[in-house]
């Protein structure tokens, strides 16, 4: 909300009081002023010039070669507006200047080859309206070389003002004034009504019926006859200028200062453009299209509130008015209508039309339904005083059920238990007189109290709490340190969680942290994505399904900016629909995932150690490692498949009880080619949720092993068919027991070996947990190991 | 004859050695040519057999097989051959190490991090929620009447009528209510969603930090005193600080924190949009209508909330001018924390 400090005057006297002072006050109730303008500083840097002579340019036809005295000398500028003449007073930006609008500094310069030593205003640069024509023209009777502020009495304060969509009361410049007064314990001086009124009565000239009395509690109008139409006096325009308004006609804008003073939203009506002379506030039956008086025709929905004369509908209610009733100039008698709306109504209408208006702002947030007929009157008397005219006697008030004022007991005590410290009684009555809540009763240890309708936000006792509080002072209320310790457990649910990502650190992964919208095809690929209903683009419009489809964008920005060697993981949610319409949790499934993504070179090329891209098994290495560290590696059963499915071109799953817990592999060229990525890609996703519910025992020590362990190594020639795991398997099953690990350290093929074979070489590790083994024991079962070996796989060994 | 099998054991050689790219082939190249069942020790074994006047040329080619296998194995050797080779060599202390890749959390997670710890360290308990949540715990439950003007406060993405992504971390206070008896004291971090454009100011999705504490005697009082301790904790003692009053639905009163702008010291710069303030978090005393969803009895009991970006702090705390960095995942980015 701007607010005008000239104009906030005009209800409370601030007089002594400095502008810092004021913004800080008001932001500490709870008026957060978020920006200020000085327009004494901000225009204390240019003055009124005098331009001496103006000469074409020579290199541009356009431009022009100005002569322009700023008091002390003659200036040349170069300059582009069509209006400049000689003799004219102007407003003069020399070097060094800064123009708010275009935010820069002026500079000496050359433009088309001819010096230009400063800048001719136009009044959009000065943000004094978005005139952007040609350049002010002041008045001839200013003096060069007086600052423009004092020149054009540019003295103002704007205030910027985020008013909470709570307060609806300040969003006026008497809403404001009120809290100032408050603060500063001023008293506030409303605008007082002298209407010199004409014989006939208001309701001779129209009538009104609310046919929708829950949407339109009540309806009050003015008319104003014989009024002529033209521009604002000046007056008028600099007001509704200087919160940044456009002056359109004396009794627009009167209804518009009328809005901006006490926070009634106006409209007027051509009183003759009214078929019937008559006005019924009802809401529609059927949808139906209207024309706004911004000459757009609107889609109205079923139950919209609508203003319709005797015959069509005149204005939607609240928001704006119909093109057919429009004040213009041809208007001599006017309809001033000044109602109170039901908010929910106001703002189901300004939402399906996405139509915001400053009336309708208002509304939905809630206007005072007392305050109808006092802005009216309001509006009526300026309207005659700067349009002509007769105001008809009286009025037409239509408020068929009071709304009633709310009435509440506030409890002292109950300061007390809220806030933590007693808040004196006189404290407290004096701010409930200075905010107008008129204390009905006083019970010593409470008060009960009068809301005024204004504050629709004021309903329990907590809500005056409130007010004590804010205007009290927030900062007067201690900081209490007084925290209890905890008698029960601690909970922390993101214990596992954060477990897992120190894990994931430990193995030198860096985290990452991905947007989980991501386009339509992408969320397709890995699952049943959910869909958002109202995205900002086709690329985010649905949530992930995997964590891998949204971070490889991740890693080809990387690869692009020359990051090619990443060792990264995520742990983030995704999530699928079990159903297409989202009723109820069980139709969406979100699930915590972690993900690990290798990709590029595992080892750089050093002066000790060889180039080494990271493959298939660094990833498995990876994953195992992770699970061991969880303690889950026996619990766990892999299952391998070699066949494109998904985005793997192989992978691998982890799974309990046939349950798939993890699964990743080598991501598939066509999923690359996505991201124009050209080099391997290893991803590998753990369900977290999953993990987290298989129970794990807890770890126990184990002694370590008191007896010598005795090794033994072999190589062999298999096929090249035979696995690594069903060798493995077959070993530990063919020994008698004494054997405890079998790892493999060597496989490789060679023309040597033929074209079908392959070497793997096994290192054999033997001990007892509870003797010392003798050597005969060990070489008893690893000869009968190469025999069982050989006879099987119809291996052969290779000579030790 | 033997003049040929030289020849083709030499070509064999070329073969396998052209091949031998690690320390575990090499070793089975020497075996193969030159172990005392190698080849090349059973040619100079056949030597025997050569007729008088053939053994100085055969057994010239011979030595310069042996010569020439040994010196290409003995090259590779030093290559591959790992230990063989620091050892040999003079030490040098001033080559580089060797690299070791690091890995590290997210600076969010650190921020997260920094600020969960102090918050423990206080009693507060630490609880999650859905990301995809109702519009019931999202807003209503969080007295956001149905068309209110308060729910503008959030631009919301909404996934069908009745569930939205969501615009904060309070659902949770009321999830927890749900399911314990009061006190009740936690923090709820986590991922929450705005319809925003994305700019250097603002994202589609950031992390916040909510917290309750609910009991029979807590104040407005008591919330200054615990967020002033965080406050304090987190940048420091010397800290200036102020509480204004503002509006959230699920708290009355409300306030909001502000901490003296440690870049211009309060003077007033960009960052303090000139104020000399900058708003860490917003708080106030749960509303009596929160309570009464969870079935709370809000005359006995009375409790205090308060919710903070994780982002806006991260931002503040490290220099970062552009939300954007932290979620493109940039690895120079990574690297530096
Ligand atoms: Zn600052």
């Given amino acids: 909300m701007n607010i005008s400090l000239h104009w906030l005057k005009d209800y409370v006297n601030l007089d002594g009081i400095s502008t810092e002072d004021i913004v800080d006050k008001l932001t500490m109730a709870g008026l957060e002023v978020e920006d200020y303008t000085d327009q004494n500083k901000k225009y204390s840097t240019l003055v009124v010039g005098k331009v001496k002579n103006v000469n074409k340019h020579p290199n541009a036809d356009r431009l022009t070669v100005c002569s322009v005295f700023d008091g002390k000398e003659d200036l040349q500028i170069v300059c582009g507006a069509p209006n400049v003449k000689a003799g004219q007073i102007v407003a003069l930006a020399s070097v060094g200047v800064f123009i708010p609008k275009a935010n820069f500094k002026i500079e000496k310069a050359k433009i088309r080859g001819v010096e230009s030593f400063g800048m001719i205003c136009a009044e959009d640069e000065l943000e004094l309206s978005d005139d952007h024509s040609g350049i002010m023209v002041l008045n001839d009777d200013l003096v060069p070389g007086t600052l423009l502020n004092e020149a054009l009495q540019l003295n103002d304060v704007l205030l910027d003002i985020a008013i909470t969509p709570n307060r609806p009361d300040a969003l006026s410049h008497i809403g404001v004034a009120r809290d100032a007064a408050a603060i500063f314990n001023r008293d506030l001086k409303l605008p007082k009504i002298d209407l010199n009124e004409s014989q006939k009565e208001a309701k001779d000239y129209a009538s009104i019926e609310i046919e929708d009395k829950i949407n339109c509690p009540r309806y009050t109008a003015k008319v104003v006859t014989n009024l002529t139409i033209k521009e604002s006096p000046e007056w008028l325009k600099n007001k509704l200028k200087s919160i940044g308004l456009r002056p359109i006609n004396n009794v627009v804008d009167v209804t518009n200062f009328v809005a901006m003073e006490l926070g009634q939203p106006l409209h007027a009506f051509d009183l003759d453009l009214l078929a019937k002379k008559k006005i019924i506030i009802k809401s529609t039956e059927t949808k139906k299209k209207f024309t706004t008086l911004d000459s757009k025709e609107r889609e109205l929905d079923k139950h919209t509130l609508m203003i319709c004369d005797g015959e069509k509908e005149v204005a939607i209610a609240g928001v704006m008015g119909g093109e057919n009733s429009e004040v213009a100039e041809s208007t001599k008698n006017i309809l001033i209508e000044s109602a109170y709306f039901n908010p929910k109504s106001i703002r189901k209408t300004s939402r399906k039309l996405q139509l915001v208006t400053d009336s309708s702002y208002r509304f939905e947030r809630g206007t005072d339904p007392s305050n109808t007929l006092y802005a009216s009157q309001r509006a009526a008397q300026l309207i005659s005083e700067v349009a002509g005219g007769e105001v008809a006697k009286d009025h037409i008030d239509i408020y068929p059920s009071r709304i009633k004022n709310k009435e509440i007991i506030i409890r002292f005590q109950r300061i007390k238990k809220i806030l933590g410290f007693d808040v004196p009684k006189t404290e407290v009555v004096k701010i409930f007189n200075r905010l107008g809540i008129n204390i009905i009763k006083d019970l010593s240890d409470s008060l009960e109290v009068v809301v005024p309708t204004y504050r629709p936000d004021i309903e329990r006792e907590v809500d005056l709490i409130e007010e004590v509080a804010r205007i009290y002072g927030y900062n007067k209320i201690p900081a209490v340190s007084k925290i209890g310790i905890t008698m029960e457990k601690r909970d922390d649910e993101s214990l596992f969680t954060d477990e897992v990502r120190n894990c994931a650190v430990m193995m030198g992964l860096k985290e990452i942290l991905n947007n989980p919208l991501i386009s339509e095809f992408l969320a397709k690929i890995t699952g049943k994505p959910i869909k958002i209903s109202n995205p900002q683009s086709r690329d985010m419009a649905y949530l992930r399904t995997s964590l891998t489809i949204a971070a490889l964008q991740t890693v080809a920005n990387n690869i692009n900016k020359g990051e090619k060697d990443l060792s990264l993981f995520e742990i983030g949610n995704v999530f699928n629909t079990t159903n297409e319409n989202l009723k109820s949790f069980g139709d969406i499934s979100e699930k915590r995932k972690l993900l690990l993504l290798l990709t590029g070179k595992k080892d750089e090329r050093s002066w000790n150690t060889d180039e080494k891209s990271y493959d298939f098994y660094d990833l498995k290495g990876l994953v195992n490692s992770f699970f061991s560290k969880f303690s889950l590696d026996n619990l766990l059963n892999d ?12 992978y691998f799953s982890k799974n309990f009880n046939d349950d798939v817990v993890a699964v990743g592999g080598k991501v598939s060229k066509n999923a690359l080619d996505l991201f124009d990525i050209e080099q391997d890609v290893y991803s590998f996703e753990i369900d977290l949720d999953k993990i987290f519910e298989i129970k794990t025992e807890k770890r126990k020590y184990t002694e370590p ?51 079908d074979s392959k070497s793997m070489a096994f290192s054999l590790e033997y001990f007892d947990y509870n003797k010392t083994l003798t050597d005969e024991e060990v070489e008893n079962d690893f000869k009968n190991l190469i025999k069982k070996i050989t006879e099987k796989f119809n291996a052969i060994l290779r000579g030790n | ?258 901490i003296t702008c440690y870049i211009c010291k309060g003077k007033g710069c960009r960052v303090c949009k000139k104020t000399g303030w900058l708003e860490i978090l917003g708080c106030g005393m749960v509303d009596p209508n929160v309570f009464k969803h969870v079935d709370y009895d809000s005359e006995k009991y009375t409790g205090y909330a308060f919710g903070m970006g994780i982002e806006r702090i991260a931002m503040l705390k490290y220099g970062i001018d552009d939300i954007r960095m932290f979620f493109e995942n940039d690895h120079r980015f990574l690297k530096q924390f």
């Fill in chain 1, 639 to 650: 299952t391998y498949n070699s066949s494109e499915k998904s985005i793997y071109e192989y």
């Fill in chain 1, 705 to 755: 092993l008191k007896y010598p362990k005795i090794n033994r190594d072999f190589a062999f020639i298999f096929n090249k068919s035979v696995t690594y795991e069903v060798v493995t398997n077959f070993i530990l099953e063919q020994s008698s027991g004494i054997l405890k690990e079998v790892e493999i350290f060597d496989i490789f093929e060679s023309k040597d070996l033929g074209e």
């Fill in chain 2, 1 to 258: 004859m033997l003049f040929e099998e030289i020849d083709r054991v030499k070509q064999d050689f070329d073969q396998d050695i052209k091949e031998a790219d690690s320390d575990k082939k090499l070793e089975l190249i020497r075996i193969k040519y030159l172990s005392r069942k190698g080849l090349v020790t059973q040619l100079f074994g056949q030597l025997k057999s050569v007729p008088k006047a053939d053994k100085p040329s055969v057994g010239k080619k011979l030595n310069s097989l042996r010569q020439e296998i040994t010196a290409a194995f003995n090259n590779l050797k030093l290559k591959y051959g790992g230990d063989d080779k620091v050892s040999s060599a003079a030490i040098d202390l001033t080559l580089p190490g060797s690299k070791y890749k690091t890995g590290s959390k997210h600076l969010l997670i650190q921020t997260l991090d920094e600020i969960k710890n102090i918050f423990k360290g206080m009693g507060f308990s630490v609880y999650e929620g859905p990301e995809l949540e109702s519009d019931f715990y999202n807003f209503e439950a969080l007295n956001f009447p149905p068309d209110h003007p308060a729910r503008d406060m959030q631009d919301t993405f909404f996934v069908s009528d009745d569930f939205v992504l969501r615009t904060h971390t309070t659902p949770v206070q009321i999830r927890i209510m749900e399911k314990l008896k009061p006190p009740v004291r936690g923090i709820m971090p986590g991922r929450v969603y705005r319809n925003e454009a994305i700019s250097a100011r603002s994202f589609c999705m950031f992390h916040q930090v909510d917290g309750i504490y609910v009991d029979t005697d807590v104040t407005f009082a008591e919330l200054k005193g615990t967020l002033v301790s965080f406050a304090k904790q987190f940048y420091g003692t010397d800290l200036k600080y102020r509480f204004r009053p503002s509006y959230f639905p699920f708290t009355e009163p409300s306030a909001e924190m502000d």
